[in-house]
């Protein structure tokens, strides 16, 4: 058994935005992470949503942050969206693109034409993240969808992280056509669906692999579908109070503040936490005891450690808003984490 949470699993899968880098800043000690496992001889994949870049792209632009990657490592949204439509359209057929160019070579790589205007009658729509999309395009995307057109997502990510927070992903384009057309899509490709995990597996004929991602909805959920372990780090969109309230699709197997997370031992990581304010409720420092409207939480320690605990009697029905501070830190860490003060 080995003494460190990565040392468990014969493949490691990465998501990229809010894990490895924030758009175009690799995320401190991402780098040496990979290097580390990779000197322990720990195969590694990168998953991503972002349908803005292919797979060779994103191995230079991975090399140039000091992530060594190569383009087989890499499985992108936009690849597999367009050997989905290879698989389901006929050779040549128009596809009309919406994103960026790389979603558009994907598409012609597939054997498939890329077009732009509805009135090339295209028999489908793929739409992926493109930082240029406007209007224009998307007016033909909905014309065309309304005219028969099979509507493809490359993913539904209704942001994408930065450094100055949050910004519009590809799902929020998605729903600009939803709300014109007042559908959904016809196909949703990549995570929370399972298919970018589940080839990352088995071109590394992996059998206990894990997935690292930041986001519940896409990354969490979809290794949860795939029947995967994961591990949630907080370097990306979702955050605490995210975690604390998630459903039983969307929670992780372990939580870390950052991927150093991987070379501590499991149990460190591992939620939840038994909970429920009884004998033993503590961990790290920080102590949980039940009340009679909720849980108290006292002492100090770590923030993981903190919400380790906390998941244990919020993902067994303790609503959030039920739980109070009975220390300073405990105090200042709820309210860091956006959580409404109790009294």
Same mark, same amino acid.
Request: aromatic letters at 4%.
């Given at each position: 058994?080995?003494?460190?949470?990565?040392?468990? #699993?014969?493949?490691?899968?990465?998501?990229?935005?809010?894990?490895? !880098?924030?758009?175009?800043?690799?995320?401190?000690?991402?780098?040496?992470?990979?290097?580390?496992?990779?000197?322990?001889?720990? /195969?590694?994949?990168?998953?991503? @949503? @972002? *349908?803005?870049?292919?797979?060779?792209?994103?191995?230079?632009?991975?090399?140039?942050?000091?992530?060594?990657?190569? $383009?087989?490592?890499?499985?992108? =949204?936009?690849?597999?969206?367009? *050997?989905?439509?290879?698989?389901?359209? $006929?050779?040549?057929?128009?596809?009309?693109?919406?994103?960026?160019?790389?979603?558009?070579?994907?598409?012609?790589?597939?054997?498939?034409?890329?077009?732009?205007?509805?009135?090339?009658?295209?028999?489908?729509?793929?739409?992926? #993240?493109?930082?240029?999309?406007?209007?224009?395009?998307?007016?033909?995307?909905?014309?065309?969808?309304?005219?028969?057109?099979?509507?493809?997502?490359?993913?539904?990510?209704? &942001?994408?992280? =930065? /450094?100055?927070? /949050?910004?519009?992903?590809?799902?929020?384009?998605? *729903?600009?056509?939803? &709300?014109?057309?007042?559908?959904?899509?016809?196909?949703?490709?990549?995570?929370?669906?399972?298919?970018? !995990?589940?080839?990352?597996?088995?071109?590394?004929?992996?059998?206990?692999?894990?997935?690292?991602?930041?986001?519940?909805?896409?990354?969490?959920?979809?290794?949860?579908?795939?029947?995967?372990?994961?591990?949630?780090?907080?370097? +990306?969109? =979702?955050?605490?109070?995210?975690?604390? &309230?998630?459903?039983?699709?969307?929670?992780?197997? #372990?939580?870390?503040?950052?991927?150093? +997370?991987? !070379?501590?031992?499991?149990?460190?990581?591992?939620?939840?936490?038994?909970?429920?304010?009884? /004998?033993?409720?503590?961990?790290?420092?920080?102590?949980?005891?039940? @009340?009679?409207?909720?849980?108290?939480?006292?002492? =100090?320690?770590?923030?993981?450690?903190?919400?380790?605990?906390?998941?244990?009697?919020?993902?067994?029905?303790? $609503?959030?808003?039920?739980?109070?501070?009975?220390? &300073?830190?405990?105090?200042?860490?709820?309210?860091?984490?956006?959580?409404?003060?109790?009294?």
């Amino acid at each position: 058994m080995s003494d460190h949470l990565a040392g468990g #699993y014969d493949l490691v899968i990465f998501d990229l935005d809010g894990v490895v !880098f924030l758009i175009d800043r690799p995320i401190p000690g991402a780098a040496e992470a990979i290097d580390q496992l990779r000197s322990g001889a720990t /195969p590694i994949a990168f998953a991503t @949503n @972002n *349908a803005s870049r292919r797979a060779a792209d994103v191995a230079a632009l991975l090399t140039g942050m000091g992530v060594n990657a190569e $383009p087989a490592e890499v499985l992108t =949204s936009a690849g597999a969206a367009a *050997a989905l439509l290879a698989e389901r359209l $006929p050779a040549g057929a128009p596809v009309l693109v919406v994103g960026a160019e790389a979603l558009r070579a994907e598409v012609r790589d597939a054997g498939l034409t890329p077009v732009d205007s509805a009135e090339d009658e295209p028999v489908a729509v793929v739409q992926g #993240y493109g930082p240029e999309v406007g209007w224009k395009i998307l007016a033909e995307a909905v014309v065309a969808v309304r005219a028969g057109a099979t509507w493809f997502a490359t993913n539904t990510d209704r &942001t994408l992280p =930065s /450094p100055r927070g /949050p910004l519009p992903g590809n799902g929020s384009l998605v *729903a600009v056509l939803r &709300t014109a057309l007042d559908r959904d899509p016809d196909v949703v490709v990549g995570k929370p669906q399972p298919g970018l !995990f589940r080839t990352a597996a088995a071109q590394s004929r992996a059998e206990r692999p894990l997935t690292v991602g930041d986001r519940l909805d896409t990354d969490i959920q979809g290794a949860v579908t795939a029947g995967m372990d994961s591990l949630l780090v907080l370097t +990306g969109v =979702s955050g605490p109070a995210d975690l604390l &309230t998630a459903p039983e699709d969307r929670r992780p197997t #372990y939580v870390a503040a950052d991927m150093s +997370g991987l !070379f501590r031992p499991a149990d460190e990581a591992r939620l939840p936490v038994t909970g429920g304010g009884g /004998p033993g409720d503590e961990i790290g420092g920080w102590r949980l005891t039940r @009340n009679a409207d909720g849980v108290e939480l006292d002492g =100090s320690g770590t923030p993981v450690d903190a919400l380790r605990l906390l998941c244990g009697v919020t993902w067994t029905g303790v $609503p959030v808003t039920a739980i109070t501070a009975g220390s &300073t830190d405990a105090r200042e860490l709820l309210a860091s984490w956006n959580l409404p003060e109790q009294h």
